[in-house]
């Protein structure tokens, strides 16, 4: 399973609701279907990006830095950065 950096949609999470419970309810959707997503557990269909796009009111061309940017491993960064 690809791993998804959830780091920036966490911290919007946060910013908007304070609690994963508060934006879980505000979308219609469980605790655990948040968790499950931001602990690489699952992917979010595309009717699944719009409605927390639209509840976290993050714009259409913000949606790729929040949903698409791939995690990192630190020693493939290095090997990339000539470290």
Same mark, same amino acid.
């Given at each position: 399973?690809?791993?998804?950096?959830?780091s920036?949609?966490?911290?919007?999470?946060?910013?908007?609701?304070l609690y994963?419970?508060?934006? %879980? $309810? =505000?979308?219609?959707k469980?605790?655990?279907? /948040?968790?499950? @997503?931001l602990?690489?557990?699952?992917?979010?269909?595309? *009717?699944?990006?719009?409605d927390? %796009? $639209? =509840?976290?009111?993050?714009?259409?061309?913000? /949606?790729?830095? @929040?949903?698409?940017t791939?995690?990192?491993?630190?020693? *493939?960064?290095?090997?990339?950065?000539?470290?």
């Open positions: 399973m690809l791993n998804i950096n959830t920036k949609i966490r911290g919007r999470i946060v910013e908007k609701y994963l419970g508060e934006f %879980a $309810k =505000a979308i219609g469980e605790n655990r279907f /948040i968790s499950t @997503y602990n690489h557990q699952r992917y979010l269909t595309q *009717e699944d990006i719009v927390w %796009a $639209k =509840a976290l009111e993050i714009s259409a061309e913000d /949606i790729p830095a @929040y949903f698409f791939e995690e990192v491993n630190e020693i *493939e960064r290095q090997k990339s950065e000539g470290v």
